[in-house]
């Protein structure tokens, strides 16, 4: 059996996780489950990665994402009668690259006066969508120490943005950023963070008759690779340790490492010890299917708007407190 300790290569949050959580057994296959989308960006080459694979065509044609795109801006008329000529904030979570909501903001063009903020766990991400919006000059752009934050801490960095003229807030929730996490507590987060007349806008797939199909060519896509393969390699891991695949289990997409021998890791005085056919879970996106997905929104939310993508993949919902 190797022995390997990478005091330079092992993270201590994601080694510190899987030692938490354990592993469980289906079968005689042991599953380790690291899949916490906090862990996805903690350096700046895992958050370069995500935004190399936000951006690649093979993608944005998986998931759906131009489609997507086009259905946000449609929605830019809707939001401008419901800002009725007031000063907005816009609070883009989980910003990314801000490009997603850089198109809603530039169809609703100068029939809006913006403040835009985004949040993000990410320094890096929040670096990059400031930058987004400098570049365009189609925003106030607010920098605060809450732009790093995650959706825990959402009410007390709402209630700073709601100050002098800026009353009305638009929350985005773009990109299937719903699906990295268990959606009530999500929903509540966002629903107790926003005041009588806030919106929030949502895009998100949807189970589809093809979902299976989606799934798998997640497997093949070099990108989706390129970006989790960061986690277990912060185990100290090896990519010859390692082989990528997918499946669509639990009404939800899961991501996973598949170990190809044994392998034992020390760090920190633990040892963690690695079986060849060891399962590492690394991501999960879940999935739902627009009845569902409706039935949860109308929970929270007084009034609920949605539109489809023309294969039914994709939804955008404009939510009302």
């Known amino acids: 059996m190797a022995t390997e300790t990478n005091r330079l290569q092992i ?9 938490k959580r354990g592993y469980s057994l289906e079968g005689n296959t042991r ?16 958050a370069q990665a995500y935004l190399e694979l936000e951006n690649s065509k093979s993608y944005n044609e998986a998931v759906g994402e131009n489609e997507g795109q086009k259905l946000i801006e449609n929605m830019a008329d809707e939001i401008v009668t419901w800002a009725k000529k007031e000063p907005i904030n816009i609070i883009d979570l989980g910003c990314g690259d801000g490009k997603k909501a850089g198109g809603l903001i530039k169809t609703c063009g100068n029939r809006l006066e913006i403040k835009y903020c985004p949040i993000d766990i990410s320094s890096y991400l929040v670096k990059k969508a400031i930058e987004t919006f400098s570049k365009e000059n189609i925003a106030e752009v607010i920098e605060f120490q809450y732009n790093i934050s995650d959706f825990e801490n959402l009410e007390n960095v709402i209630h700073l943005l709601n100050i002098g003229k800026y009353k009305k807030n638009l929350i985005l929730l773009l990109g299937n950023t719903l699906g990295n996490f268990e959606i009530n507590e999500l929903l509540y987060e966002i629903r107790s963070s926003m005041k009588g007349n806030d919106l929030l806008l949502i895009d998100t797939a949807v189970i589809d008759e093809k979902i299976k199909e989606r799934t798998k060519s997640q497997a093949e896509n070099k990108a989706v690779d390129n970006f989790l393969i960061h986690m277990p390699l912060q185990l100290g891991l090896n990519k010859t340790d390692l082989e990528y695949n997918t499946r669509f289990k639990n009404q939800r997409m899961e ?5 190809k021998k044994d392998k034992t890791i020390n760090f920190n005085k633990k040892e963690v010890v690695f079986h060849k056919g060891d399962q590492i879970i690394v991501a999960v996106a879940y999935k ?21 993508s023309k294969d039914k993949s994709k939804v955008v919902a404009l939510c009302k407190k």
């Open 255 to 259: 991501f996973y490492y598949e170990i």
């Open 11 to 19: 993270n201590d949050l994601i080694f510190r996780e899987l030692i």
């Open 31 to 46: 599953i380790w489950n690291i899949a916490d989308s906090k862990l996805w960006y903690l350096t700046p080459e895992q």
């Open 288 to 308: 739902y299917d627009h009845k569902d997905l409706l039935s949860y929104l109308n929970i929270y939310f007084s009034s609920v708007q949605i539109t489809f």
